[in-house]
């Protein structure tokens, strides 16, 4: 069966510090693969998405970065975060066109 | 946990009661749709889907109804439980590679 795992779950990182959060899958060949953050009392917003290694798209400016060093392996980073970077950022993974997203058990960020 | 239910719409139940939630969507063209369960401080998890060529659709307990009409989805829960409580996500699909658009959150509260 197929398994998503990110870390850190929690994480608490003073403003212009970096940040590396990783998502692997395992299972599964080939996954698209997404970063989604949910500020709290809101929706999910996409990040990125990838559909192979070293393929990332951006669906919104900001302060992150992506990257898919390897097939199953998805990391979201930041050379230096900002106050409004605070959220709960989940990874998702899909092996469909138009298909269902599998979710991580998210990773919490708090920058002060 | 994640405190994902602050601002949110909020559904009030007894238990084994029916429960509805619904949701509207903003693009005619959108083909595919999901409904997630978040429970808080965890990442959503799949309910139920369809697609736009059907207007109905049945699982365990859970039934999706589509009324393309209108842009307007619907998850229907029968006989709710306590385990139930979670927030509830509507996602719609329209660019492809599964970048689902997500609605902003029903909280639903089931007491015992």
């Known amino acids: 069966s197929q398994t998503i795992h990110q870390w850190p779950a929690t994480l608490v990182q003073p403003v212009g510090s970096p940040l590396s959060l990783e998502c692997t899958v395992e299972g599964t060949s080939n996954p698209n693969l997404y970063w989604y953050r949910q500020a709290a009392g809101r929706g999910l917003q996409l990040l990125f998405y990838s559909v192979g290694i070293g393929q990332i798209s951006s669906e919104v400016p900001q302060n992150l970065s992506a990257s898919r060093p390897q097939d199953r392996q998805f990391i979201l980073s930041s050379k230096k975060l900002l106050l409004s970077d605070s959220g709960f950022y989940l990874c998702?993974?899909?092996?469909?066109?138009?298909?269902?997203?599998?979710f991580g058990e998210g990773s919490r960020l708090t920058v002060l | 946990g994640e405190s994902v239910g602050l601002h949110l719409p909020t559904l009030s139940v007894q238990e084994g009661d029916n429960s509805i939630i619904n949701c509207a969507y903003s693009?005619?063209?959108?083909?595919?749709f999901i409904w997630y369960k978040q429970e808080s401080g965890k990442g959503p998890q799949f309910i139920i889907d369809?697609?736009?060529?059907?207007d109905k659709r049945q699982g365990q307990r859970v039934t999706v109804l589509l009324n393309k009409t209108v842009k307007h989805l619907s998850l229907q829960i029968a006989a709710t439980q306590p385990g139930d409580s979670a927030v509830y996500f509507c996602a719609e699909n329209n660019k492809g590679y599964s970048t689902l658009t997500f609605g902003k959150g029903t909280m639903l509260l089931v007491s015992p």
């Open positions: 693009n005619s063209a959108s083909d595919y």
């Open positions: 998702a993974w899909s092996s469909l066109i138009a298909g269902e997203l599998f």
């Open positions: 369809i697609r736009s060529n059907m």
